[in-house]
């Protein structure tokens, strides 16, 4: 029996969109040795053809002598979003796109995580609760 899918619309409405503590960076690793030197610091992984892309702390970034001139802040959005549910990266992201704000989503599998440049991040928040309470209001 195949479940139900969520909609959007539950998923955004009972989502509480919380900042995380860090600053971060995406940088991608072709050295081996390096990637398992930062593996145990990363947020998140991912091998692609060209090389390890790694969400690590900025301070990190900086040790290893990495670029972290994008620094990132995170915002989770706590609300359970099952794998089988519809439209919460397309409402998030283009809630933030309507604002000019860049994101990077990251769907983990208990929370969906928004990464946003650390200068926007402030307003991404008050965007994603304006985006919540919209829901909340609507059947």
Known sequence: ???????????????????????FVFVTITDSALEARLMSSARAVFREAEGTSLLIPGDVALKHGLNADAPMRGITLNVYSSLHGV?????????????????????????????????????????????????????
Do not use: W, Y
């Open 87 to 139: 439209g919460l990266t397309a409402a998030v992201s283009g809630a933030l796109a309507d604002h000019d704000i860049p994101c990077n989503m990251i769907a983990a599998f208990h929370h969906d995580h928004v990464f946003v440049p650390e200068h926007l991040c402030e307003r991404a928040v008050e965007i994603l609760r304006s985006l919540q309470d919209s829901a909340r209001r609507e059947p």
């Open 1 to 23: 029996m195949v479940k139900r899918a969520e909609t959007a619309h539950d998923m955004v409405s009972g989502m509480t969109p919380e900042l995380r503590a860090g600053r």
